[in-house]
């Protein structure tokens, strides 16, 4: 299917911007949307921003005015700017892709990758 890399996390103090990128490989003709979600410690997994093959954007609340998503369609890769950053930010970021596939019996099924995360730490 799809195998995603991310990079570009690390430590950066309040306020200032870090930008996360995402390479996807494989199957990467049958991807739909991709995104990045978010885990901090003692919380569950979040949505932070998504984007379309088409360039379609979503983006949580927390996030609407100080973060960007764009992708790069030839390159299969899609970024995350990330301005105006705060402690609550502090999270492993993982990249996400879905999309579709063919069965072994060449019926189509949906299909959610995830990346190994990397890590942001926003310090105040």
């Known amino acids: 299917q799809v195998q995603l890399v991310e990079s570009g996390g690390g430590l950066v103090q309040a306020g200032g911007p870090l930008r996360l990128s995402c390479v996807a490989s494989?199957?990467?003709?049958?991807?739909?949307?991709m995104g990045w979600y978010r885990q901090a410690p003692g919380k569950q997994r979040e949505l932070v921003a998504t984007?379309?093959?088409?360039?379609?954007?979503n983006y949580a609340d927390s996030v609407k005015d100080r973060f960007a998503i764009s992708g790069d369609n030839a390159k299969n890769t899609v970024y995350l700017q990330m301005n105006s950053l705060k402690p609550e930010d502090t999270a492993v970021y993982y990249c996400?892709?879905?999309?579709?596939?063919?069965?072994?019996?060449?019926?189509?099924?949906?299909?959610?990758?995830w990346g190994q995360g990397t890590q942001v730490t926003v310090s105040s």
């Open positions: 996400n892709a879905e999309g579709w596939y063919y069965t072994a019996n060449s019926r189509r099924a949906d299909f959610r990758s």
């Open positions: 984007i379309s093959r088409g360039g379609i954007t």
């Open positions: 494989g199957n990467t003709g049958t991807i739909r949307t």
